[in-house]
């Protein structure tokens, strides 16, 4: 009777929570920093992670993800800051008092134990009841569709399949959070591309927070509901994939996630929330706030957004000349160069219309197409002295 | 083109014995087989060695006498090997956990002992323990006792010196067993909500069980044979199956019926090992 309640009270607390997309914190980092004898692996780290969501930690290798992780998993303590779930400290919490688990990079299976007595493990140290165990571990092996595999050991299984039982493993304790450390990184391209969809199925099926550690950004950008970027130990954005991706708020972010056209620039005026820019080759708009007269600044536009018309074009752009398309499959990357020697991608559907090689261009963008960003320099850097302009370009057009 | 493998094949049979080889054969391989033959032997009221067969000295070796030389030899091997395991394991994960520098340093206290003679040391803690010695001496002087105590000549003196002599034979396997564990398997136990204890019981211990096992025979089998420690810390009093062999090959001079004793040691050896390599255990682990 009590259970129907709850179950009930549950079913309506999460549709509630869809139709008003009211967002829980479950986990909240405040000021947390960790550092190794003088090397400070992580800066002032502060992540709220929702209940339910799928979060992405996404940076380089060494950036801190991995320690990020195991702090909130407890097998790290940080040098300084808070960490709570659901208002609770966490950090004075041991790792087998945390109701979170881990799917770890390398599996970390028992090899001493079958497939069936690794999923049970966590239960048993719950002091489940045998007959309460068994069922659970055959419905979690008929999630990750290994059904009947339970009486293998690790070393019979495939590198897939493992994976698929360190993740049942984790998931059969209904844990508030599920931290994942690259999982896919030794899997080959394909098993990773089909282990992506369903762990996404999974996560969506459970609705169990996860916290997902990549350096691949197509995985972040694929799986994720939210991405944080790191780069040195500092979180340089948080946002979703659309956010990284179409506004990104700092030249590490932008070059990072995908492919990107950066160019420097120097305020030449400030209007209402639109400013000029003054590249090196040529004069542009783009959107932005906050911006100094003067100041200099990234701007970032996709190839997918870079625009080109005929050399005696009327509108603010750019001089180039083509140099070559690359085909990557249904795509053609057009490659132009600009005076002062940088080159710009344009990327387009093959059969859309692309200039080309050797025909001189005016490149242009939309303001909205373009991403500004303080750049925190304090000279502008000249490409002019050691450019080869080749003898493609033609000056006197 | 032919490689080094092609080459050998090719060659005759004899030259492959190595020099290494041949050394087994003449030192090891012949002395082996001579034991075994004169197991099977009979000496005369001279005490000479008769080449006839007979397996009378096997039989001999089932007398109750026997038996409870055995037994004894059994007992006082098990209770060193336990005493080796319960102090060794501890002592052994303190040694991996500690930072290289001192992990180096606490490794070669173990080894040194390989290095010094065991009888001295042994005859050492016979002095330490005598009845005129240190230990009691300090006793008699703090009052504990007025008249000096028998802590030689029994059991417990043998399991002492037995387990002193042995221990870095357990320390070592122990150690590489230990070492070898991966630690991501113990933070998997934790993270799957296993405490302290259950993590050693149901992780950490079934992970280097091959270590204590090959521990264990490492110093089971050699407690047997240390007829030393019990000759002088047990005084006659607590005879193992080593002080038997020494006997017959010394004073009572029966080699045959050595020979035969030798014999039943050796396969006692062999089948503890062939259990060790059945539960998993690896030949090169036991050094
Ligand atoms: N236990 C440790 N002791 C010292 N330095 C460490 C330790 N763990 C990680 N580091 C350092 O911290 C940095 C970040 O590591 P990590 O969190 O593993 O990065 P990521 O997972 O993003 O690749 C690296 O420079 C690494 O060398
Ligand atoms: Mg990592």
Redesign the interface.
Known sequence: MNDQHDFLFFKFSNVRRMIMSEKEVLVKLRGINKQYGTNQVVKDLNLDIYKGEFLTLLGPSGCGKTTTLRMI???ETPSSGEMTINGEDLINK???DRN???V?Q?Y?????MSIYDNIA??LK??NMKKADIKPKVEEILELVQLTGFGGRFPHQLSGGQRQRIAIA??LV?NPQVLLLDEPLGALDLKLRKQMQVELKRMQKKLGITFVYVTHDQEEALTMSDRIVVMNSGYLEQLGTPDEIYEKPRTKFVATFIGETNLFEATIAQVDEDEVLLNFETGCMRGLGKDFELDEIVYASVRPEKMNFGSSNFYKPSMPAVVKEHIYIGSIVKCIAMLPNGQEVKIQRLSGEPLPKPNEVINLYWEPEDATIMHSREDTLFSLIENVNLGGAYDDSK | MMTLNDKKQKMPMLTMLSPITSMLIFLVVIPLIYVLVLSFCKTNEYYQVMFTFSFDNYKNLLSPSYFQVYMNSIVIAAITTVICIVLGYPFAYYIVKQPPKIRTILYMLVIIPFWTNSLIRIYGWKSFLGASGLLNNLFVWLGITHKPLELLFNRGAVVLGMTYTLFPFMVLPLYTAIEKLDLTLIEASYDLGARKVNTFLHVILPLTSSGIFAGAIMVFIPTLGFFFVSDILGGGKSDMIGNLIERQFGSANNWPLGSALSIILILLTLIMVRLYTKAGGKLEDLG
Request: hydrophobic residues 50%.
């Open positions: 998993a407890g097998f041991e790792p087998f979170i688990n881990t770890f390398s970390a299976l028992f090899p001493h493990f966590g140290m719950k493993r984790a304790n």
